[in-house]
């Protein structure tokens, strides 16, 4: 099974800095743990991203003035994607549910893996270990829930909105004391949401869940580590005609759904069964 992770480079950039006479903006795209990786012939661990000064600037100019209020101008200035075969999901989950005429019973059930590696098993090209280094990352699950609910109580403590009947939770990835050992942790974290949601017109029925991961650093579900960084441009001066203030490397992961569990009786009536075959038919054999 072939699994595509895609995802963008963004870099966050003060439109206030920028100046008439900048000629290229130059970044470079560097696949840093190659070694885990069968490249065919002709493929490249290094991508250089060269966008004319002239079209960026303009570009800044029309995006700052639609946008003044807001203190930087996001760029999407990159989409990659990697294919491996192999992979195995990030995010695993079920569900239960039990739907009374005063009360819904929810559970959710998950299971997160993400691959491990030693930053000692792979030479940095150069110092900025800002994109593989792991600040933040939790789990975002979002449920909506129908029946009137006049309160919830759910273990680990979640918010509820009344006018989206949806109930969310942020569920921070904490690393185990063997994971804390390595620069570059991978995530094996397992856990479960409990709700109980108190109904005014119940019974409720059970609904679909999306969850959504997001990770401040570290590499994609692949294994893959990347690595954006300037490159020197002609006259051996990097960065010429533009200040970069700040460059942050963030991972979102896609929404994950989860459907409810269906009854017996649904599958049932969906599926048809086979009628056994009658007395005459088994004496004419």
């Known amino acids: 099974m072939n ?10 950039m003060e439109a206030k ?28 661990t290094q991508y250089r991203v060269t966008i004319p000064g002239d079209l960026l600037y303009h570009y800044l100019v029309e995006t700052q003035s639609e946008t003044a209020d807001e203190e930087y101008t996001r760029l999407s200035l990159l989409d990659y994607a990697i294919e491996s075969t192999g992979v195995p999901p990030p995010i695993t989950m079920c569900t239960f549910w039990r739907c009374e005429k005063e009360t819904t019973d929810f559970r959710l059930d998950y299971f997160v893996q993400w691959p491990k590696w ?58 185990t ?10 995530v094996d974290v397992s856990g479960n949401i409990r709700a109980k949601f108190f109904l005014t017109h119940g019974p ?22 990347l690595s954006l960084g300037s490159e020197s441009l002609s006259g051996g001066v990097a960065g010429v005609g533009y200040r970069l203030t700040m460059c942050k490397y963030r991972l979102l992961g896609d929404r994950y759904f989860c459907d409810p569990p269906v009854p017996l009786g649904g599958m049932t009536k969906c599926l048809p069964l086979l009628s056994p075959p009658s007395s005459r038919a088994q004496s004419s054999n």
Not at 3 to 12: E, H, I, R
Not at 133 to 159: A, K
């Open 177 to 186: 004391a063997e994971s804390q050992l390595h620069l570059h942790p991978g």
């Open 17 to 44: 800095y920028w100046r008439n006479n900048i000629k290229l903006f130059t970044k470079c795209l560097t696949l840093i743990n190659s070694y885990i990786f069968r490249l065919e012939d002709g493929e490249k």
């Open 118 to 175: 030693n930053a000692s098993s792979s030479a940095l090209g150069n110092d900025d270990t800002g994109s593989s280094e792991i600040s933040c990352q939790d789990l975002r699950v979002n449920l909506l829930v129908d029946g009137g609910v006049l309160r919830m109580q759910s273990r680990p403590l979640g918010t509820w909105n009344s006018e989206q009947t949806r109930a969310s939770w942020s569920i921070p990835l904490t690393h």
């Open 3 to 12: 699994v595509t992770v895609l995802s963008s480079s963004n870099l966050a």
């Open 204 to 225: 409720g029925t059970p609904q679909p869940v999306a969850l959504q991961f997001c990770r401040d650093g570290g590499c994609l579900p692949s294994g893959a580590l």
